[in-house]
Nanobody, 125 residues
Framework: HVQLVESGGGSVQAGGSRRLSCTPS????????MGWIRQAPGMEREAVAA????????HYAASVLGRFTISKDNARKTVYLQMNSLQPDDTATYYC???????????????????WGQGTQVTVS
C-alpha cells in the first residue's frame, strides 16, 4: 500500500514563496518518478513538475518554469517543490503523485500517475 504524505501548504502573499514536501511510504521513492500536480477550483488538474528519483532529471510545466523548483533528498526519501514568485493563479490544491518511472515524454502526464497523496492547499492572495 503506497502512501504519499504532503506538507507545507498554507497562505502566502503574491510574490512570496512556499516549499512543499512529499514523503512516500515503502520503496516507491527509489528509481521512480515523483510529480506535483495541482488543481484550482473549477479547473482540470495540471502537472507542474516531476522528477525522476534515480537520475534526478526534472521536468516543468511552462506555467511554472523559472519559478518552481522540484528537488529530492535521497537520505530523507523526500521530494520538495520550492515555489517562488507566487501569484494568485497558483492558488490550488497541490498533490504529490508517484509512478514507476516510465518515459520522460510522459513525465507531466497527470493520468499516468497511479499513486496520489491527499493534497495540500496553497492560497496566494
Amino acid at each position: 500500500h503506497v502512501q504519499l504524505v504532503e506538507s507545507g501548504g498554507g497562505s502566502v502573499q503574491a510574490g512570496g514563496s512556499r516549499r512543499l514536501s512529499c514523503t512516500p511510504s515503502g520503496s516507491i521513492y527509489y528509481d521512480n518518478c515523483m510529480g506535483w500536480i495541482r488543481q484550482a477550483p473549477g479547473m482540470e488538474r495540471e502537472a507542474v513538475a516531476a522528477i525522476y528519483t534515480g537520475l534526478g532529471r526534472a521536468h516543468y510545466a511552462a506555467s511554472v518554469l523559472g519559478r518552481f523548483t522540484i528537488s529530492k533528498d535521497n537520505a530523507r526519501k523526500t521530494v520538495y517543490l520550492q515555489m517562488n514568485s507566487l501569484q494568485p493563479d497558483d492558488t490550488a490544491t497541490y498533490y504529490c503523485a508517484a509512478k514507476n518511472g516510465g518515459s520522460s515524454v510522459y513525465a507531466l502526464a497527470r493520468d499516468t500517475y497511479p499513486w496520489w497523496g491527499q493534497g495540500t492547499q496553497v492560497t496566494v492572495s
